[in-house]
């Protein structure tokens, strides 16, 4: 079948019931009568992987949200080294079998602006979207359409693509997935019925940096960072220390924070041999001493890779610290750096 391109309309569009016959209308009042009046909507935050969980009456529903490959950056997609892939699957996790006949209605945006809103149907349930960043202005979707569920589809070996201005940036994106077929192709789900799912991935925003120890002779030492949860700025970097400082916009409402999973992931790349690199570092996070939260990997004969991995506790405790100090209104997770003498 013919690929169609569709440019994205940033409007909701619901299917055309109007397509819908008087056999799956029974259909689908024999399946409404097993899901639960109130769907539950489940919430998230994570890196490159998300599984999230519903209940259908008597049934569980999971669903994955999965970027492929796990690490994603603005450097290898610009190098066009990458094309993730994001692929969404539902499934009964009793058996590990996936639903049939799912219609995804997905949502993805990024800092309250929206990127993509469209229908997707799968017949296992197991749907791949390609991202394919570009300099357009409007995201379009190629896929197998579906005259009938309005729907995008695609093949195992030939996934949907959407390609503009989509994952061009570094941070977390926001997804929100909610399903209007299941079992049936043509039974959709009453709108206050059908479960919804929120979750996120991080493409990392890499900062690529030269700083000099000691005199003006010194060779400089690049060192890369790597944020998983939003772009970094205001860089800087005291010789004297060997202190690096740098900060990335950050939310500090409690409430937000207490609904939702929070991991914040930051790598530090610094190359072997060099006068940044030492057995053990120190960090901080808005003046709160981090440092037992840092991981170091040394398994690379070139650089040692150090990682700020910030728990979801250790961010609420630094969050009721921000908001007391009257700092969570710059909106900002402050971040030093520096090897331990």
């Known amino acids: 079948m013919k690929h169609l ?7 909701f569009c619901r299917p055309n019931l109007a397509y819908a016959v008087v056999p799956v209308f029974v259909l689908g009042s024999i399946f409404v009568s097993s899901v639960l009046m109130f769907p539950k909507t489940v919430n998230a935050d994570g890196l490159f992987m998300e599984e999230l969980s519903a209940s259908f009456g008597g049934r569980t529903a999971d669903l994955i949200i999965k970027m492929m490959p796990p690490v994603v950056t603005t450097e290898t997609i ?6 993730p892939i994001i692929q969404f699957k539902l499934y009964d996790p009793s ?6 006949h799912v219609t995804y209605y997905i949502t993805i945006d990024k800092d309250g602006k929206k990127l993509l809103s469209d229908w997707f149907h799968d017949d296992k349930g197991d749907l791949k979207i390609e991202m394919k960043p570009s300099d357009t202005e409007t995201i379009t979707v190629y896929g197998e359409p579906d005259p009938i569920l309005e729907a995008f589809t695609g093949r195992e070996n030939n996934p949907v693509v959407a390609t ?7 941070g977390l994106y926001h997804f929100k997935v909610r399903i209007a077929t299941i079992d049936y192709v043509r039974s959709f789900l009453p709108d206050d019925q059908q479960p919804e799912y929120e979750g996120w991935l991080s493409v990392g925003a890499v900062e690529n940096q030269q700083v000099s120890v000691g005199n003006n002779n010194t060779k400089p030492i690049p060192i890369q960072i790597i944020s998983y949860y939003d772009e970094l700025k205001g ?5 004297s220390t060997k202190e690096m400082r740098f900060t990335m916009p950050f939310d500090w409402n409690l409430t937000r924070l207490q609904d939702n999973k929070v991991m914040v992931h930051q790598e530090i790349l610094l190359p072997k041999p060099s006068e940044l690199v030492a057995n053990s570092y120190i960090g901080t996070i808005n003046g709160v001493d981090v440092t037992k939260d840092l991981v170091i990997d040394p398994t690379n004969s070139t650089k040692d890779v150090v990682h700020f991995m910030i728990p979801k506790p250790v961010v609420m405790q630094i969050a009721e610290q921000v908001n007391k100090s009257g700092q969570a209104k710059e909106g900002l997770m402050k971040f030093t750096f520096k090897p331990e003498v």
Do not use: A, H, M, R
């Not at 610009?78 to 094309?83: F, G, R, T």
């Not at 058996?95 to 049939?100: H, I, N, V």
């Not at 503009?164 to 570094?170: A, H, L, N, R, V």
């Open 78 to 83: 610009q190098n066009q080294s990458q094309k």
């Open 164 to 170: 503009g201005p989509i994952f061009s940036e570094g």
């Open 235 to 239: 860089f800087s970097f005291d010789p």
């Open 5 to 11: 391109g569709k440019k994205i309309e940033l409007v």
């Open 95 to 100: 058996t590990k079998e996936g639903f049939k």
